[in-house]
Nanobody, 120 residues
Framework: QVQLVESGGGLVRPGGSLRLSCAASGSIFSIYDMGWYRQAPGKQRELVAG???????NYTDSVKGRFTISRDNAKNTVNLLMNSLEPKDTAVYYC??????????????WGQGTQVTVSS
């Protein structure tokens, strides 16, 4: 199967920056879209940023101009650079990947989540 392992969360003051990383491993044939989602307490999980295999990106409006998603296809990794963080960005952040595994089945996989807390 496939494992997604996230790192980089933590506590940061408003206006600060964090960089989240996610590495995919396992029986990977190819990875299509990758993305970062977040879920705040009492709210639904939402897409924060997505990136296609060719590098096209999309962002939710609230993070445009502050967050940057990138990926390294050779290393099966995706990163999220978060600048100018605000308290409303506080949430558990999840990595997501659309993966075709070696037996040619294709499905979405999720990481375990990493907490991001923005507070003074």
């Amino acid at each position: 199967q496939v494992q997604l392992v996230e790192s980089g969360g933590g506590l940061v003051r408003p206006g600060g920056s964090l960089r989240l990383s996610c590495a995919a491993s396992g029986s990977i044939f190819s990875i299509y879209d990758m993305g970062w989602y977040r879920q705040a307490p009492g709210k639904q999980r939402e897409l924060v940023a997505g990136i296609t295999h060719s590098g096209s990106t999309n962002y939710t409006d609230s993070v445009k101009g502050r967050f940057t998603i990138s990926r390294d296809n050779a290393k099966n990794t995706v990163n999220l650079l978060m600048n100018s963080l605000e308290p409303k960005d506080t949430a558990v952040y999840y990595c997501n990947a659309d993966v075709r595994i070696m037996d040619m089945r294709r499905r979405a996989y999720w990481g375990q989540g990493t907490q991001v807390t923005v507070s003074s």
